[in-house]
């Protein structure tokens, strides 16, 4: 794990880095050099406006993921921008996932490519070269699966 480097002003590598899951685990989530990239531009490009726009502290809950430990959470997914350092599940001390949500889907000035409120967190990726600004809720289904429903990324 990488304790010290900074990826932006109020995100360090060592917080993109961080899972309990790995830790319990005991699987190395740290991140090749392609991945750190990828972090330190969605750092400056979409986590600090966050930052800004917020004026609070935003926590990561999740961000990089290698390969084991999206097998582990049981992801699914091939190829997804946790797994390129592209995206962070995170929240806010005070506000409501769906607040943070509605706040950061409305700003255009935020770049983000894809933005989901997923019941205990809010997913958003982006440091990509044509953000999409995918705003989505997730909906768990009766057989355990999940469903997307897209909303307008403004008011």
Same mark, same amino acid.
């Given at each position: 794990?990488?304790?010290n ?5 109020h995100?360090?590598l060592?917080?993109?880095e961080?899972s309990d899951?790995?830790?319990?685990l005991?699987?190395?989530?740290s ?5 750190i990239?990828?972090m330190?531009r969605?750092?400056e490009?979409?986590?600090?406006p966050v930052?800004s726009?917020i ?7 999740s961000g990089?993921?290698?390969?084991e430990?999206?097998i ?8 997804n ?14 506000m409501t996932f769906?607040?943070l949500?509605?706040l950061?889907r409305?700003?255009?000035?935020i ?7 997923? $019941?205990?967190c809010?997913?958003?990726s982006? $440091?990509?070269?044509k953000?999409?600004?995918?705003a989505m ?5 009766p057989d $355990?699966?999940f ?5 307008a990324n403004?008011a």
């Open positions: 794990m990488n304790e480097i900074s990826l932006s002003e995100l360090t060592a917080e993109m961080h899951t790995a830790i319990r005991k699987i190395d989530n991140a090749p050099p392609e991945a990239a990828h330190q969605f750092a490009e979409v986590f600090e930052r726009f004026g609070k502290p935003v926590h990561v809950t990089y993921r290698c390969k430990l999206e582990a959470i049981g992801s699914g997914i091939a190829v921008q946790h797994l390129l350092g592209q995206a962070a599940d995170i929240h806010v001390d005070g769906d607040g949500f509605d950061i409305v700003n255009p000035a770049p983000y490519d894809q933005l989901i409120t997923e $019941g205990g809010v997913h958003i982006g $440091g990509v070269d953000p999409r600004r995918m809720i997730q909906h768990k289904l $355990g699966r469903s997307y429903e897209h909303v403004h």
